[in-house]
């Protein structure tokens, strides 16, 4: 069993930028890939981006490329998504999700095996 937390969320400017963490216990994250997602008001919860069990590779999704960044630490057993130049529309519920291994379906969140509770993004504009 992997009990995954979410951290770092909070109220800030458009423009501005929140470094969010996913601190695992449990189970050591090194055998796990690893993604973030959120969820805004209304919507279906999206993929924002993904990072294979060892960091060598990552994924984003088109809406957050070049201004998010997602990075891990096996030693720590901690996943971190820094979210640069944000805007309005990234408000949502950023969670942080984990699977066994390493294949193909990393953007699609009926393939994660665990969950954070989530934390509160909001930018106001």
């Known amino acids: 069993q992997v009990v995954l937390l979410e951290s770092g969320g909070g109220l800030v400017q458009a423009g501005g930028s929140l470094r969010l963490s996913c601190t695992a216990s449990?189970?050591?994250?090194?055998?796990?890939?690893m993604a973030w997602f959120r969820q805004a008001p209304g919507k279906e919860r999206e993929f924002v981006g993904f990072?294979?069990?060892?960091?060598?590779?990552?994924d984003y999704a088109d809406s957050v490329k070049g201004r998010f960044t997602i990075s891990r630490d096996n030693a720590k057993n901690t996943v971190s998504l820094q979210m640069n130049s944000l805007k309005s529309e990234d408000t949502a519920v950023y969670y942080c999700?984990?699977?066994?291994?390493?294949?193909?379906?990393?953007?699609?969140?009926?393939?994660?095996?665990?969950w954070g509770q989530g934390t509160q993004v909001t930018v106001s504009s």
């Open positions: 990072i294979s069990t060892g960091g060598g590779n990552t």
């Open positions: 449990g189970r050591t994250l090194s055998s796990y890939s």
């Open positions: 999700a984990a699977r066994i291994g390493y294949g193909i379906g990393w953007r699609r969140k009926e393939n994660y095996n665990y």
